[in-house]
């Protein structure tokens, strides 16, 4: 079974802090994506990465950068929090073989910034 | 990508099948139908995906119509924990990477 594991369920941080989000899929995937998830606003993607050191921004990655050094291995950095990035956010990885375009997510972690 | 509509809720009992409909008469030919679900606090699960054929694996049952303009997601024996929301979702046969778009999805609560 694929597993894609996040470095933390629940966080809470201040405003100005630095955080990281650590996700990490067993699958060598080569895709891999960062959303977050809103009440009202489903999941909107914030970047993802087609190979290692790649990656592209997606809709809404104001405030964010990412960073994937390994294969198994995709980052999510908030520079400086702010309350506005209080938020489920989810990681999903997905192969990069032609085929079906399932994604494999992650449990999510739940950021509050206070 | 084609769009698709679901009802927003439905109430299933503990033990019988549950049948998710959707809807989507915008898909094109090399648009796969998903589904997925998502629990209270979790991250999505994938369920299955089919294309045009009928599809069944150990979680649910895929039953795509002649004319792929609609297809129902089957849970042949729903269990409590088969509450949460469930997603229907079209999109390519491709290896590249695109997000999925979750709809608003379907709250299926199954009770006891």
Redesign the interface.
């Known amino acids: 079974d694929v597993k894609?594991t996040q470095s933390s369920r629940y966080l809470v941080k201040r405003t100005g802090e630095k955080v990281f989000l650590e996700c990490v899929q067993d699958m060598d995937h080569?895709?891999m994506?960062w959303?977050r998830q809103d009440p009202g606003l489903?999941?909107r993607?914030i970047y993802?990465?087609?190979d290692v050191k790649m990656k592209?921004k997606?809709?809404i990655p104001e405030g964010y950068s990412v960073s994937r050094e390994k294969k198994e291995r995709f980052s999510l950095i908030l520079e400086s929090a702010s309350t506005n990035q209080t938020s489920?956010y989810?990681?999903?990885s997905?192969?990069?073989?032609?085929?079906?375009?399932?994604?494999?997510?992650?449990?999510?972690t739940?950021l509050t910034v206070l | 990508d084609a769009k698709t509509t679901q009802p927003t809720s439905m109430d299933c009992a503990e033990g019988r099948a549950a049948n998710l409909p959707c809807n989507h008469s915008t898909i094109s030919g090399n648009e796969y139908v998903y589904w997925y679900r998502q629990i209270h606090s979790q991250g999505p699960q994938y369920i299955i995906h089919g294309l045009k054929n009928n599809e069944t694996n150990e979680m649910a049952s895929l039953i795509i119509t002649e004319d792929r303009k609609s297809s129902t997601l089957i849970l042949p024996h729903a269990t409590l924990r088969d509450t949460a929301v469930y997603y229907c979702i079209v999109s390519p046969y491709s290896g590249s990477a695109r997000q999925l778009t979750f709809g608003s999805g379907t709250q299926l609560t199954v009770l006891p």
């Open positions: 894609v080569e895709n994506f959303y489903g999941l993607l993802f990465s087609y592209e997606g809709d489920m989810l990681c999903a997905k192969t990069g073989l032609a085929g079906a375009d399932t994604q494999y997510f992650g449990p999510g739940r």
